[in-house]
């Protein structure tokens, strides 16, 4: 939207007078508020931090939603110049005052080329720097996405750290906040830059002095679930992983999903164009899936029609006959997501039972 700042447009809200137009965008790692003259000009920035959304000005004031990785949304009020905030509601109040949480880091780590690469680090309430802790990584789907300090009923990485393990959430490339190229380098490159981005907050975060680098786990979804099926076939140096809706075989997801136009733009045409042949046997994870010796929980879904059940149960079939200790599980009554109170429940049952068996 904006040549200066750099930075993702999220939504956007005219004040009552026309003159100004109230937005959120994300940069490093949040969700911030700002304003830009309708007639043209540079944006400002009016509040930072946590994660802003549905912002609705009045007179004198704006009104908006905003949540952290440590608290759900709430409504507050602030000042048309960013002054005097307010919480209007609390409704979070009473269950918040008997949970611990660890306060989130957010930290960055350099790749070879000098890139710096953001990320969250989540230690387990009443950390001990004593102690050793396995560690999980989680890789967020997308691809262009973040990990942002908001909250999630879904991947919410306070709670995975409740478990009792350190959780990091990379923002590589192709997240959304750091820059529009930096957004658009994981195009056509989804097992390259991006991977070695991983690579180094997974080597900074496994030489800390509380991590324990012989037990980490990964986990992700969607692009996310790609990532780990690739990352599996490239490396033996994680003890878990759970991959949910995740991407396996690139050729024939492409003709099965509901977005045909999305991988034809991630690489650069149809499947029986020479391009994105050439692509899809350089990235596809299946081709390597022979490798994959990670106990692995794979999970799909019935009325996913973006990463269609196939891909995972094609997965599974690889890790069943390669003897690989995996599970499989499907849910009959979810689409990409899993949004069922009680299949939520039974999701994260498995999933950190998968992942406490093996750290």
Do not use: C
């Amino acid at each position: 939207m904006f040549l200066s700042p750099d930075i993702s447009v999220g939504d956007y809200s005219l004040s009552p007078d026309g003159a100004t137009i109230w937005f959120t965008a994300a940069q490093q790692g949040r969700d911030d508020l700002f304003t830009v003259p309708s007639a043209g000009g540079s944006p400002s920035r009016v509040l930072q931090g946590g994660s802003i959304a549905a912002a609705r000005p009045g007179p004198g004031v704006v009104v908006f939603s905003k949540s952290t990785l440590t608290a759900p949304a709430e409504i507050f009020r602030v000042s048309s110049e960013g002054k005097d905030l307010k919480p209007l509601t609390h409704e979070n109040a009473a269950w918040l005052k008997d949970v611990a949480f660890s306060e989130p880091q957010s930290l960055t780590a350099a790749t070879p080329a000098g890139q710096k690469i953001q990320y969250w680090l989540i230690k387990p309430p009443d950390f001990d720097a004593s102690k050793k802790y396995p560690v999980v990584f989680l890789i967020h789907g997308g691809p262009q996405s973040a990990w942002e300090d908001g909250w999630s009923a879904r991947w919410n990485p306070s709670l995975w750290a409740a478990q009792g393990w350190v959780v990091a959430a990379p923002n590589p490339r192709g997240s959304t906040g750091f820059g529009q190229t930096f957004v658009d380098e994981i195009s056509g490159d989804w097992g390259g830059r991006v991977m070695t981005d991983i690579d180094a907050v997974v080597g900074v975060v496994s030489k800390m002095p509380f991590t324990d680098s012989q037990r980490m786990g990964i986990a992700g979804a969607s692009y996310g679930g790609y990532a780990v099926n690739w990352i599996v076939g490239h490396t033996n140096r994680y003890k878990a992983a759970v991959t949910h809706d995740g991407v396996f075989n690139l050729e024939s997801m492409s003709m099965a999903t509901e977005e045909l136009w999305f991988t034809e733009w991630e690489f650069g045409g149809p499947p029986w164009t020479p391009k994105a042949r050439a692509q899809f046997a350089k990235w596809s994870p299946h081709l390597y899936a022979h490798n994959i010796k990670t106990p692995t929980l794979i999970i799909t879904n019935e009325l996913d029609f973006r990463v269609p059940v196939d891909q995972g149960l094609q997965m599974f079939t690889v890790l069943r006959r390669s003897g690989v200790p995996s599970e499989a599980l499907v849910f009959p009554d979810e689409g990409h997501w899993v949004l069922k109170a009680l299949n939520s429940w039974t999701w994260h049952e498995a999933v950190f039972g998968w992942l406490k068996k093996y750290l």
